[in-house]
């Protein structure tokens, strides 16, 4: 396997001020190109620094991929560092030079005179424009070793990983194909739903990790292969496997989410939804309205902070005398509610004690989540870690797969 | 200036599968304590990789502090690693045995075999009892070198740090006091607010910063002096003149937020809110309930996704007629109804485009902010860059922050 380094270059990553998220994104890219990731240093504006963490990586690994250091300031230290570690003279590249100042000409800009660096090359190099900004990233070879240099901005190193590096990569280091598939569970713990899955840990090929995510515990397939298609066949019966062991515990896959799950089954249905909640205070109508195009299903919310706000948005006064705010009966009257206000099909009551203190004696954490269709109302009480942000977010996750749930058995039925 | 290097341990790193967070939090609290980190090293679960990687760093530095590998599993190889590097062997340590049994045993369980591992200790290191969890960290020294190790999980880590770690360290190397400061400022762009404060940059003491977050630009103040006192006074004048040239982008200073701010005015001054909103689509009443408490004096919201929600939460009928839902005159509408409606003193409107479609010929990211009060009510307009997720929060912070100028206005007029 072809190996590789990351090099993040900047103080402000040693003086934590920013986190590190482009190691992070490179570390998953360069292993879904097949090339296995050593070492990842930061490493501040300091030339002989930089120059020594590059040689030390040259010499464990093949690919080595640097971000930051390439602005125009004096603080900008990453290609003087490469320089010296290709020990080569930098030259301005004539053409390079016209493109960033038309880039300033562009906005109405006259190019500052230090911009002139970022033209800067040397003979090993081949320097790609950057359509996002003025830092052309650099494509060093020495032996049949790459230094690849990109700014440390995202947006443009995420630009010209994609257009530019990433397709280069997989031409110059064909190798194997990486494939990943994601099984996202709700309901169990960590461990207890390692424990259902225990036997299928410890391989290679497909390797498995379990990940703790708010919207429930996620299961990474990872699958190498000549091909995509027999990575595919390496992955397939893992996860029917896993999908046997853990049965309604699973409720999607990959970039799935439970706003976009419930949301693709609502449009799909010709139905609408529309909610009233009171412990989630307002997030689970904000993660229904993430999703672009939901205002095509979504009626609209009520945030029930008091019970006054619920008896005037429909909910019967006496339900909250008999039972008490924090109930699943008061749960099912504001789905209900919701629902028969905002003329929607389908309707979300949540109510609980999102915490620091307790509510009608009830402790922190206590939740009941009703739902509402043409016919019916149910509820389902659950209760989470009593911290106020895991409550709200929990509420909603569960809130919206309820709703999954209650779309697919009614299809099934019918 | 004594020296400082993090390594995070983790192959699930290598692999792009978490962002290490762990090695951001260290960075910034090792340079509060007066260390200077020179390198952040990320290596895998590999023994070998692990002794080279701290060999080098106590090469260099004289504070080492690693994360990860503290786990019972045989992937969890840290212990291992920095006995090899300190050339001791590894025993038993019965205390640490005895209190990870009783940790097991409080939760109705037994140890499993494979935890024996984490009490573990070597003659040079000092195993620090976990509270949080079963992974013990170590403090070793040699030759007036320290290697701190904790656990991986940020909870623990944190707790860790915060409790044991952090104050040894403050007192082993007393070193000189390094104090902060965040200026926050909202309605300017990154390069507008840095060019007002231009001629701040570029010194040592105080170190100025600038970051765009989420709740706007922020000002970053570092400094150094032999005590706190002597440091206040380093940071004082400048800050003094920022929020002079900056006036009232001012919003806030340090771990203030828009949502905090806001609510410990209308607490102060005895009053109530409510909110009508479509484009943040609940995401304002969201981020008001973030704040413990806020049930005190947030009384609900509607999530008017649709003019008949709209309509149906007191909105008339013809003010959207004559204007259209996305005009200052409904979202003062909306933030009059909210108020009226749910009995509060004060109340917010937001209509606007999320996107990515437009709406009523105007573009994604117009959006108009309503404010109504006992006796009168305003609306502002504005313009954000039309990404759906950025409108939902530059949108909220915004509306929060107008809440905050309002009921400063109030106080100095009456």
Request: with cysteine; hydrophobic share 40%; glycine share 10%.
């Amino acid at each position: 396997m072809t190996t590789a380094e990351i090099v993040s270059i900047g103080t402000e990553l040693l003086m934590g001020e920013i986190v590190d998220t482009n190691a992070y994104y490179l570390a998953s890219s360069l292993r879904s190109l097949g090339l296995e990731v050593r070492q990842v240093t930061q490493v501040g504006d300091d030339v002989e620094r930089i120059c020594e963490v590059l040689e030390r990586s040259l010499a464990r690994s093949t690919v080595i991929v640097t971000t930051g250091g390439l602005g125009p300031t004096a603080d900008d230290l990453t290609r003087e560092a490469v320089a010296r570690v290709m020990a080569q003279e930098l030259t301005v590249d004539r053409d390079m030079l016209a493109s960033i100042e038309a880039y300033f000409r562009e906005r109405g800009m006259a190019m500052p005179p230090a911009n002139v660096k970022q033209a800067w090359v040397i003979p090993s190099a081949t320097a790609i424009h950057n359509a996002r900004g003025t830092a052309p990233a650099w494509w060093t070879e020495r032996g049949g070793r790459v230094i690849v240099s990109l700014p440390g901005v995202p947006a443009e190193m995420t630009y010209l990983w994609e257009k530019e590096i990433a397709p280069r990569l997989k031409a110059r280091f064909p190798g194997s194909v990486i494939i990943t598939r994601t099984i996202k569970t709700f309901g169990l713990g960590e461990a207890a739903v390692g424990e259902k899955v225990q036997h299928l840990f410890g391989r290679q090929n497909p390797y498995l990790g379990i990940y703790a995510k708010p919207d429930g515990i996620h299961l990474r397939l990872i699958a190498k292969a000549a091909t995509e298609e027999e990575a595919r066949r390496v992955i397939a019966p893992v996860e029917a496997e896993i999908c046997q062991a853990l049965g309604p515990l699973v409720w999607g896959f990959d970039e799935e989410t439970p706003e976009g799950s419930a949301g693709a089954l609502i449009r799909e249905r010709g139905l609408s939804l529309a909610v009233m909640e009171s412990c989630t205070g307002g997030l689970l109508a904000s993660t229904i309205t993430d999703v672009p195009g939901s205002s095509d299903y979504f009626r609209g919310g009520v945030v029930s902070y008091t019970n006054e706000a619920k008896v005037s948005a429909g909910v019967d006064p006496a339900l909250i005398e008999a039972h008490g705010a924090v109930s699943p009966q008061v749960a099912e009257a504001m789905a209900e509610a919701a629902r028969r206000r905002l003329k929607a099909d389908l309707g979300i009551g949540v109510t609980g004690v999102a915490g620091p203190s307790s509510l009608e004696g009830k402790p922190p954490g206590t939740v009941y989540i009703g739902l509402a269709w043409d016919g019916g109302s149910r509820a389902v009480s659950v209760r989470y870690l009593p911290q106020r942000a895991f409550v709200k977010r929990r509420a909603t996750v569960q809130a919206l797969l309820e709703l999954v749930r209650l779309i697919k058995e009614s299809a099934n039925k019918s």
